[in-house]
């Protein structure tokens, strides 16, 4: 793990990240030594930092950074973090920030491989996802409704769980973004006031469209699930997985389009 640049494994107990979840992530997929999407990550990092005013280090300064932990040729997961740094008690933030950077590599999760293949069971969560468009789409340090979820179940047979706003329109999964496929048209929910613009989600976005795949962002709720013929799941680390079962229905896993978005996706991970 290196802090701003040094091997180290504590922070300062008064950093905001810490205090406040005072700034932003990116998760990154490791493939043979190689972080994956990072132009993607970097972009959605640098806007996330121009929203809330966190000075964006230097794109060069984090890929020497990731290359070193990197290093070895393995597969696996980097994880950056970025805080507005240290400040004293208050939400005020201070007048000239000094970022915190912290980056650290983690083994690959050990999901199972049919995971991709023949698609997992979800679940709808209770909790829901307040509206507020000054956070949405930003990948922040606030995750606490995330953690809420996530907490309501405990069977390993279950993959991932759905997430609503308060208005009952469904938004994401608790680590992925959803895509819904009806007689050959993809529709994902629209993000302008809850939810995380995923990388994995717009880059299927752009994959659908080079594939000349109808595709349109809006709002659905758990009825337009039902009538759905394929659903799948997607993140930068999980890629894209089908979802096998939700609600007591089952779907097509993977389903026509689903397959083949799921090969465009896995020929350009870079």
């Not at 949405?136 to 995330?146: D, S, V």
Request: glycine content about 12%; charged content about 25%; hydrophobic content about 40%.
């Amino acid at each position: 793990m290196l802090i701003n640049g040094v091997e180290a494994d504590c922070l300062d107990a008064l950093d905001r990240g810490l205090q406040y979840g005072d700034g932003l992530f990116e998760t990154l997929r490791i493939r043979a030594g190689r972080p994956c999407l990072w132009p993607a990550h970097l972009a959605r990092l640098t806007q996330g930092c121009a929203r809330l005013g966190i000075p964006m280090p230097a794109e060069g300064l984090l890929r020497r950074e990731a290359d070193q932990l990197c290093a070895g040729g393995g597969d696996g997961v980097l994880k950056i973090v970025l805080t507005r740094g240290s400040g004293g008690r208050g939400y005020r933030p201070p007048q000239v920030p000094e970022p915190t950077r912290l980056l650290a590599v983690f083994p690959a999760p050990d999901h199972p491989p049919e995971n991709r293949t023949q698609g997992v069971t979800v679940r709808i969560c209770d909790t829901r996802l307040g509206l507020n468009p000054a956070l949405a789409g930003l990948k922040h340090l606030n995750r606490l409704e995330q953690v809420l979820a996530r907490a309501e179940w405990d069977d390993p047979d279950i993959a991932e769980g759905l997430m609503q706003d308060i208005e009952g329109n469904i938004i994401e999964g608790t680590m992925s973004n959803l895509f819904v496929v009806q007689a050959g048209r993809l529709r994902t929910p629209e993000l302008s006031r809850c939810g995380v613009a995923g990388v994995m989600r717009a880059r299927v976005m752009a994959e659908a469209g080079a594939l000349g795949i109808p595709l349109k962002e809006g709002h659905f709720g758990l009825n337009d699930l039902a009538c759905a013929d394929e659903l799948f799941l997607t993140n930068s680390v999980i890629g894209l997985w089908p979802v096998r079962r939700l609600q007591g229905r089952d779907y097509a896993a993977p389903g026509p389009v689903t397959a083949r978005l799921a090969a465009a996706v896995e020929a350009v991970d870079v």
